[in-house]
């Protein structure tokens, strides 16, 4: 082909399908963006706020596609800011592909401005291959192996350019010792384990009385092949959070979330199982595991360091999540014993009644369950869901209800703040048509999801359907911490750390052309779902909430109740509303009515 090393690497990402990139302009890589201006638009690109919300939006293109999620930005700045993002698609094992510019390569070594090592900034998070480019016949090999490696490996990778590089002629390497001729393509393949495997896993499985299985983000191309073993085995299900879309929660056996943000079902259903079979999890927790010794266990999973590492598992698989369970199938037993399943459905039919008492329990001003629990029956088939982390994931992880269809996710292993917002607007682009929801709370719109509205607020126009919703919980405090201070560490609210500005969210959503809402009684919450998800344009709901409601762990253990009895002893900001608000929430379990 004919132009510069810019036109060609445009091409090539063409030729591999990309059709999107996130990132934000700089000098430093202005050769690649003149050229995606001559492609005339062959590949589109979204202009975030900043490089990190970029980075968040290539990893939520990539959980929400399937595909290569790509992002670009410019030397120095540019390229660090990307690193967030780009450890959150790292942390959960996403295809993602980072084109960062470089100054001059005759000025590389000279302490230029904007000069930093990027190969060796970068070698941690695209660990599986970062390269900087040096002649415009070494782009097409170091561009190909980049994306074949991240859709292969589900890893980051990265290419570094000079800026100077991006602008000269493109050339082929030619025929001659030394060069590389690399090539476009590459397909799934097929990962089954070998029938004497599946044969030893069936033995483990079929011997087990009380089944229970854990999906994660692996299985969520395996939901039907999921829903066939439980029901064959007579199993429950626990969902890790970045499987929650895996199984509908309408299910009776599927008791929800596990962990810290759990539900009392999946905490009890590991505690009880005599036999465990993971799924695609990388699940960190291991103490809502059941005890080692307990259960005999199976594992699958595409990546063999995953296997066995939170817990002893008797038969590992490394394998597809749908082609393992398929071959697995036939191999299964059907149980008719069904006691075990049973007692599964009792506890899920208690906690959603415990769920629903917790959540209309009076909160001053508003209750944050209410504001999910309210939100679950309204959503859209097919909606999208997002969550940063904080408070609010406890909501989204025990209140929120998905239905066959949803799709839903949140930055995992990284947990980092300031991942909803750019999820949403990455899904939204991605699936233009449904709706979208972000949840997110004070501190992360603060932080840097509140300027990302502006994003919102450029490109809405061109989406096919204008539902597109980011719910802010305003309770002025860094809820999460705040309460991990109080449990974990049995110290009082820090208030120099823990309390934030209260920022009028919906009224900033007004001054650039969105729809803003503002609620601040309980009994207004559904109403403004609905007016929300039949505006004509974007909303943004801010939904007045009470700090003091506890985001209760599933279990509370003697060390937990100890350190927080602790923190009331030494005092408080918020001491009353605290003891009223836990009293309510505990007391709702056991009292029913009792509000």
């Not at 266990?297 to 939170?310: A, E, F, K, T, W």
Request: proline share 6%; hydrophobic share 40%.
């Amino acid at each position: 082909m004919t132009g510069t090393v810019g036109d060609f690497l445009v091409e090539r990402l063409y030729q591999w399908g990309v059709r999107r990139i996130f990132g934000y302009p700089g000098d430093g890589i202005n050769g690649v963006f003149g050229a995606l201006n001559r492609a005339g638009g062959k590949i589109e690109f979204i202009q975030a706020r900043h490089e990190e919300m970029a980075a968040f939006m290539a990893s939520a293109h990539a959980k929400f596609t399937g595909e290569l999620g790509v992002c670009i930005a410019t030397s120095g700045p540019g390229a660090s800011h990307l690193l967030t993002g780009l450890y959150d698609a790292r942390m959960d094992h996403q295809p993602v592909l980072a084109i960062v510019g470089q100054q001059a390569r005759a000025a590389l070594g000279g302490h230029y401005q904007q000069e930093l090592d990027l190969v060796s900034m970068f070698k941690d998070v695209a660990g599986a291959f970062v390269q900087q480019a040096s002649t415009p016949e070494q782009v097409r090999h170091l561009l190909d192996r980049a994306v074949r490696t991240a859709v292969g490996e589900r890893r980051v990778t990265a290419v570094i350019l000079p800026n100077d590089l991006q602008e000269l002629p493109y050339n082929d390497p030619p025929r001659s010792h030394g060069t590389v001729h690399s090539g476009v393509g590459y397909s799934k393949p097929k990962v089954v384990p070998f029938e004497d495997d599946l044969q030893r896993a069936a033995e483990v499985l079929n011997a087990g009385r009380k089944v229970a299985l854990l999906v994660g983000a692996g299985a969520l191309d395996a939901s039907e092949e999921v829903a066939a073993v439980a029901e064959k085995l007579g199993a429950g299900v626990a969902k890790a959070l970045l499987g929650k879309a895996v199984l509908p929660d309408d299910l009776p056996w599927v008791t929800g979330s596990i962990g810290l943000l759990g539900t009392e079902p999946s905490y009890h259903l590991m505690d009880e199982c005599d036999t465990l079979l993971m799924i695609g999890s990388g699940f960190p927790y291991s103490e809502f595991l059941p005890k080692e010794g307990q259960a005999r266990g199976v594992q699958i999973d595409l990546q063999p360091d995953m296997l066995s590492l939170r817990y002893p598992m008797e038969v590992n698989l490394v394998g597809d999540a749908a082609q393992t369970l398929r071959a697995l199938l036939p191999l299964l037993e059907e149980k008719n014993e069904r006691k075990w399943r049973s007692k599964v459905e009792r506890w899920r039919a208690d906690w959603d009644k415990t769920l629903e008492q917790r959540a209309l329990v009076k909160a001053d001003p508003i209750n944050p369950q209410r504001v999910v629990y309210e939100l679950s029956p309204r959503l859209p088939d097919n909606a999208i869901i997002s969550s940063d982390s904080g408070s609010c994931a406890n909501w989204f992880a025990r209140d929120l209800q998905i239905r066959a269809g949803m799709q839903c996710s949140l930055s995992g292993g990284l947990a980092s703040m300031g991942a909803a917002v750019p999820y949403a607007i990455a899904a939204k682009f991605a699936h233009p048509q449904q709706a979208v929801i972000a949840l997110v709370g004070d501190g992360a719109m603060q932080m840097s999801n509140l300027s990302e509205l502006i994003t919102v607020a450029k490109y809405w126009q061109q989406w096919e359907n204008p539902q597109w919703i980011c719910a802010v919980f305003n309770n002025e405090d860094l809820n999460q911490v705040t309460w991990e201070q109080r449990v974990m560490e049995g110290d009082p609210k820090f208030e120099a750390s823990q309390s934030i500005p209260d920022v009028p969210y919906h009224l900033f959503a007004i001054s650039i052309g969105l729809q803003g809402i503002y609620v601040e009684r309980e009994e207004d919450v559904a109403g403004a779902w609905e007016k929300a998800l039949a505006a004509d344009r974007p909303v943004l709901i801010e939904f007045k909430t009470d700090p003091n409601v506890a985001p209760l762990p599933p279990h509370i253990k003697l060390e937990q109740a100890k350190k927080f009895a602790s923190t009331l002893l030494k005092g408080d900001p918020d001491q009353a509303g605290i003891i009223v608000q836990t009293a309510k929430q505990v007391l709702s379990s056991v009292l029913p009515g009792k509000k």
